[in-house]
């Protein structure tokens, strides 16, 4: 089992452009995660997903976009990057019960000039 | 709703020595209590985790922890520090608000381990 993965793992971006982050698990997951972490906040939850075809607002949501087509997939967009989306991003996946531990991805850096 | 405050930002141990990692958290239900190890430059790791089974939990590589509902604390400890211990721990609570399992993080602690 790969467990979480992320793509890519560094990206650099100009303010302004577009990107999207992709998150993969093979652990048959029903619900997936997206948090941003940055110094001295601990991880901040951005969007999230309870299964294929849903998802719903963290407590970070402005300025990204989720979606959840495929049941192993969750993607994050970012539509007009600002500086202030400078990072680290991680992909998290888990089981439906409240109590499960989520399994994290690698995290992908992003810098935002 | 769920909160959970980390005391420390960074503790500094020699090699050898006790390790104490505080955490104090707020929940108006039982709570699910987690530690996660994050080495530099890699994703979280889950240390332990407590769901109102045994109050004393024990993790992976030595670490243990407490909950003790009078005190609302989660303490992680070891008995004797390693060179690899040296990493960031993130005091964790589940909102078992709803049914999301949405995880509320602590601003973590930065342990050093000095030889």
């Known amino acids: 089992n790969a467990g979480v993965t992320q793509t890519p793992k560094f990206r650099v971006l100009k303010t302004g452009q577009s990107m999207t982050l992709l998150c993969a698990q093979d652990?048959?997951?029903?619900?997936m995660y997206w948090y941003r972490q940055d110094p001295g906040m601990g991880l901040r939850l951005i969007h999230y997903?309870?299964?294929?075809?849903?998802?719903a607002k963290g407590e970070v949501p402005d300025g990204y976009n989720v979606s959840r087509l495929k049941k192993q997939n969750f993607l994050l967009g970012l539509e007009s990057a600002a500086p202030s989306q400078t990072s680290v991003y991680f992909c998290a996946s888990s089981y439906h019960r409240p109590s499960y531990e989520q399994y994290f991805g690698p995290g992908t850096r992003l810098t935002v000039t | 709703a769920q909160s959970v405050t980390q005391l420390d930002s960074h503790v500094s141990v020699s090699e050898g020595t006790p390790v104490l990692l505080r955490c104090n958290y707020s929940?108006?239900?039982?709570?699910?209590l987690f530690w996660y190890v994050q080495h530099p430059n890699k994703g979280l790791q889950l240390l332990l985790k407590?769901?109102?089974?045994?109050?004393l939990v024990k993790g992976i590589n030595g670490f243990e922890a407490e909950f003790k509902k009078s005190e609302t604390s989660f303490h992680l400890t070891k008995p004797s520090a390693h060179m690899s211990d040296a990493a960031e721990y993130f005091c964790v609570v589940s909102d078992q608000g709803g049914a999301t399992n949405k995880l509320i993080f602590g601003t973590g602690t930065l342990l050093a381990v000095q030889p």
């Open positions: 997903s309870v299964g294929e075809g849903t998802t």
């Open positions: 929940s108006s239900y039982s709570p699910s």
């Open positions: 652990m048959n997951h029903e619900y």
């Open positions: 407590y769901t109102s089974a045994a109050t």
